[in-house]
């Protein structure tokens, strides 16, 4: 698959795939976040960013104006956090690229973290910790990640301990 790279004035890089047959388009921006790049007292802020960006920006005021919008063309959308990025994205017909790439980079550039949603999102983390314990596979790879790693930034979860 060809693609093309290149790097903004800013720094910041992009990479363009091309699919011409592709009747779909995505957008993804991702950042070098993640449990990699915490300290221990910062563990799972990564994780909680992901949650909240797609709350509410400056011109979309809340997560119902930020789905509907995307909702509107078809799109699906989502995010995710891995040990070394965090990634936000969006996918629908290729014919509306332009309106996926002006709402994730809205997503991303204008964050308006609503208050509302602080406390709630905090919550929702919680039960995902939680559930992410008790499911034995996802459990034990936490685990194993702690005893090869230890405190280091590999040794620690994604999601961070519920106490951050």
């Keep these: 698959m060809k693609h093309k790279k290149a790097t903004l004035p ?3 890089r992009v990479i363009v795939v091309p699919a011409h047959d592709n009747p779909s388009a995505t957008v993804l921006v991702a950042a070098e976040t993640g449990s990699h790049f915490e300290s221990k ?3 799972g802020l990564s994780h909680f960013l992901e949650h909240m960006l797609f709350k509410g920006t400056a011109s979309r005021p809340s997560a119902l104006s930020v789905s509907t919008e995307l ?4 799109a699906e959308s989502n995010a995710f956090t891995s040990s070394e990025m965090t990634a936000y994205h969006a996918k629908s017909e290729k ?3 332009k309106k996926l790439l ?3 980079s809205d997503i991303y550039l204008n964050p308006s973290f609503p208050a ?3 406390e709630k999102e905090k919550g929702v983390i919680i039960q995902e910790i939680n559930m992410y314990q008790d499911l034995p596979k996802s459990h034990v790879w936490e685990v194993l990640g702690q005893l ?5 930034p590999a040794g620690r979860s994604i999601l961070g301990p519920a106490r951050n």
């Design 10 to 12: 800013n720094g910041v």
């Design 41 to 43: 007292r910062e563990n």
């Design 71 to 74: 909702d509107a063309v078809g």
């Design 95 to 97: 014919r509306h690229w």
């Design 102 to 104: 002006e709402v994730v």
């Design 116 to 118: 509302a949603d602080l």
């Design 148 to 152: 090869l790693y230890g405190n280091t």
